[in-house]
Structures are given as structure tokens and as C-alpha cells.
């Protein structure tokens, strides 16, 4: 639970944009003549791949630690 809590911490300290929340106030912008699509597209390719790859990290590291915390696969009796 630490470690989802200083993660998400972390990217809300940095103002790490989500490809999907982010959408919405680009969006806005978008509408309201201050970006263009080039602006958008720029902003979702980014925050995209950001998201992918970190998720891709943050994922990969709950599931090791499950695994190593889950101890050795118990043998099969005969």
C-alpha cells in the first residue's frame, strides 16, 4: 500500500499528466480557441506513452512483489 501511495504521490508532485483525466481539460482548451489539434495530438501522444510505460513499470512491479512475497511453489506429493 506504501508503494501506491508514494507512486501516485510522486506523479502528482511532478505534474505527471494522465492520458485519460488530461483529456478533458485539453479538451476544454481545444474548445475554447487557446490549443490546437497539433497541441492535442502532442499532449495525448506524450501522456500516452508516459502512462503506458509507467503503468507497464508499476504493474510489473505489484506483480514481482506478489511473487516474491507469496515464498517458494510448494512440491507435489506422489
Same mark, same amino acid.
Given at each position: 500500500?506504501?508503494?501506491?501511495?508514494?507512486?501516485?504521490?510522486?506523479?502528482?508532485?511532478?505534474?505527471?499528466?494522465?492520458? $485519460?483525466? %488530461? #483529456? +478533458?481539460? &485539453?479538451?476544454?482548451?481545444?474548445?475554447?480557441?487557446?490549443?490546437?489539434? !497539433?497541441?492535442?495530438?502532442?499532449?495525448?501522444?506524450?501522456?500516452?506513452?508516459?502512462?503506458? $510505460?509507467? %503503468? #507497464? +513499470?508499476? &504493474?510489473?512491479?505489484?506483480?514481482?512483489?506478489?511473487?516474491?512475497?507469496? !515464498?517458494?511453489?510448494?512440491?507435489?506429493?506422489?
Amino acid at each position: 500500500m506504501l508503494f501506491v501511495v508514494v507512486t501516485t504521490s510522486a506523479i502528482a508532485l511532478l505534474h505527471a499528466p494522465h492520458c $485519460i483525466a %488530461g #483529456t +478533458v481539460e &485539453v479538451g476544454f482548451g481545444l474548445f475554447a480557441g487557446a490549443l490546437g489539434l !497539433g497541441n492535442v495530438g502532442y499532449f495525448l501522444l506524450f501522456s500516452t506513452l508516459g502512462n503506458v $510505460i509507467g %503503468g #507497464t +513499470v508499476f &504493474v510489473a512491479l505489484l506483480k514481482y512483489g506478489h511473487v516474491v512475497r507469496s !515464498g517458494p511453489a510448494p512440491t507435489p506429493t506422489e
